[in-house]
């Protein structure tokens, strides 16, 4: 939305068209989180989050299966996918180590085997040449501003760089290094620079540290979350507004919670959002000049069949903490996968995925239709025994 608006109207289009599409969601989500903290032990609504985090299973199988079909185009690329999964579930490899190793392997693999690296690569026939609103501004030689600058790119750092940055700075000399305050910024700044695949490929990254390391959700909220987000008109990676909500309420310290919520949920927004702007306004017109270099298609092909893998993680890991009450970690041969205590299955959950992966793949019902009928399910089941 940011790039096409920054074709057509510089950047002035990029900026509304960015923030038109993040703040909607961002309010909505804003809103969800705070009904969440105030009625979440409400048993109708503990039902309805038993049944979309179901649902939500099934949401993500569908997304992994739609962006390997377009990935996956050769064997190379499966292997990478297989690899970047093995990698992250057994051996705990950090999400933006797997993107790099991806991008630096279809970058090497493009000189020595192009044929195989390609990103033409595969057995889909090229479309129709489509003249669009771009292509026509193109061909009047209206889009100036996409001639890569060197004094544009260093005015568009100057000014975006400390938009970005400098609160994080201000908030860690304002309340130290070990605040919840500084942990956000700091942390949800790296997520912004290696997002490659959205909320997908980093959700479980970013749950493994938001639970484990830092302790600001419990185990499975951040399952609701993603439900949660689901339901936004925003961009899903607004989920991680909802993981600096809960951030900000758990360290209020003198603050209301609520408003220390809210502050979390605006400065993990920020710090996840304005690096967005910057790249674009600053990479943009490099990238149009490297639109036909072979070598970066291939770095960036590699990298998303890398993110197939991390889905597929993402898809187990969602799978063993919706469907299994118990779920551990076995360490092997200096490997640490989660493994699910068998007889904690709850009948259940497992039924309400199986039917909302059945209404989604076999019958092409669409996610909001699914989410809804799981949600009134789950209030219905779960006034059975598990």
Same mark, same amino acid.
């Given at each position: ?5 920054? /074709? *057509? %109207? ?14 909607? @969601? ?6 969800? =989180? ?39 185009? $050769?064997?190379? *690329? ?34 020595? $085997?192009?044929?195989?690296? =390609? ?12 003249? @669009? ?9 209206? /889009?100036? %501003? ?32 070990? #605040?919840?305050?500084? !942990? ?10 290696? &997002? ?25 909220? *951040?399952?609701? @979350? ?14 991680? !507004? ?50 036909? $270099?072979?070598?970066? #298609? ?14 597929? $993680? ?16 076995? #360490? ?20 309400? #995925? ?5 209404? *989604? ?8 239709? &699914? ?12 006034? /059975?025994?598990?």
């Amino acid at each position: 939305a940011v790039y096409i608006g920054w /074709l *057509m %109207h510089r950047t002035l289009g990029g900026l509304i068209a960015g923030l038109l599409f993040i703040l909607p @969601g961002a309010a909505v989500m804003l809103g969800l =989180s705070i009904l969440y903290v105030l009625y979440r032990e409400v048993p109708l609504v503990d039902g309805l989050f038993f049944g979309i985090k179901a649902a939500v299973l099934a949401v993500v199988i569908e997304a992994g299966l739609r962006i390997s079909r377009r990935a996956l185009k $050769n064997r190379a *690329m499966v292997a990478l996918a297989i690899a970047a999964f093995l990698a992250i579930f057994l051996a705990r490899v950090p999400f933006p180590a797997i993107i790099l190793a991806a991008g630096l392997i279809g970058w090497v693999g493009h000189r020595l $085997n192009p044929a195989v690296f =390609s990103a033409q690569a595969g057995h889909g026939q090229a479309g129709p040449d489509i003249t @669009g609103v771009v292509d026509g501004l193109f061909a009047r030689g209206e /889009l100036d %501003h996409v001639r890569p600058s060197t004094g544009r790119a260093l005015k568009t750092l100057a000014i975006w760089l400390p938009l970005w940055l400098a609160p994080v700075l201000l908030l860690w000399l304002w309340t130290g290094e070990g #605040s919840v305050w500084t !942990q956000l910024g700091r942390f949800f700044s790296t997520m912004a620079v290696v &997002t490659f695949g959205g909320a997908y490929a980093v959700l479980a990254y970013v749950a493994q540290a938001a639970v484990e390391t830092y302790g600001w959700l419990r185990p499975g909220e *951040m399952i609701d @979350g993603l439900g949660l987000a689901e339901t936004t008109p925003g961009p899903l990676i607004l989920v991680l !507004q909802f993981v600096g909500f809960l951030a900000g309420m758990r360290g209020a310290g003198e603050m209301p919670p609520l408003l220390a919520g809210s502050l979390g949920a605006l400065l993990t927004l920020w710090v996840t959002f304005t690096p967005c702007f910057l790249w674009i306004f600053l990479g943009g017109p490099y990238v149009e000049a490297l639109r036909g $270099n072979r070598a970066l #298609s291939a770095a960036l092909g590699a990298i998303t069949a890398a993110v197939v893998g991390v889905i597929m $993680n993402l898809a187990l890991w969602f799978g063993l903490h919706v469907l299994f009450r118990e779920v551990r970690t076995v #360490s092997f041969l200096g490997l640490s996968p989660d493994w699910p205590v068998l007889a904690s299955l709850d009948w259940r959950a497992a039924l309400l #995925s199986a039917g909302a992966m059945l209404a *989604m793949l076999r019958f092409k019902v669409g996610m909001i239709p &699914t989410l809804a009928v799981c949600g009134v399910a789950g209030v219905i089941l779960t006034r /059975l025994p598990a």
